[in-house]
Nanobody
Framework: QVQLVESGGGLVQPGGSLRVSCAASGSIFTINNMGWYRQPPGKERELVATITQTGSTNYADSVKGRFTISRDNAKNTVYLQMNSLKPEDTAVYYC?????????????????WGQGTLVTVSS
């Protein structure tokens, strides 16, 4: 069974920085796209950034120039470095990954989500 576990959330002041991480574990062959989404209080979940296996990235306009997504394929881990944080960045941040994995004698390709980590930007 594949699991995604986020870490690194917390409280930070406006203008500060924070890095969140997400490690995938289980019977993984390879991971294609990975990404970060967020759900602000009372709002719908939205895309933050995605990264392909070869490192091509895509960002929401609201975070371009402030956030950087990266990944370590050897560790099956994706990171989100968040700089110049604003109160409107407050949200639960979820990681997402499309994973080829072993399941008994078969191979599965599924989208997986982490449990979320809360980032609060407040003075």
């Amino acid at each position: 069974q594949v699991q995604l576990v986020e870490s690194g959330g917390g409280l930070v002041q406006p203008g500060g920085s924070l890095r969140v991480s997400c490690a995938a574990s289980g019977s993984i062959f390879t991971i294609n796209n990975m990404g970060w989404y967020r759900q602000p209080p009372g709002k719908e979940r939205e895309l933050v950034a995605t990264i392909t296996q070869t490192g091509s990235t895509n960002y929401a306009d609201s975070v371009k120039g402030r956030f950087t997504i990266s990944r370590d394929n050897a560790k099956n881990t994706v990171y989100l470095q968040m700089n110049s944080l604003k109160p409107e960045d407050t949200a639960v941040y979820y990681c997402n990954a499309f994973v080829w994995a072993s399941r008994g004698y078969s191979t599965t390709y599924r989208e997986h989500w982490g449990q979320g980590t809360l980032v609060t930007v407040s003075s």
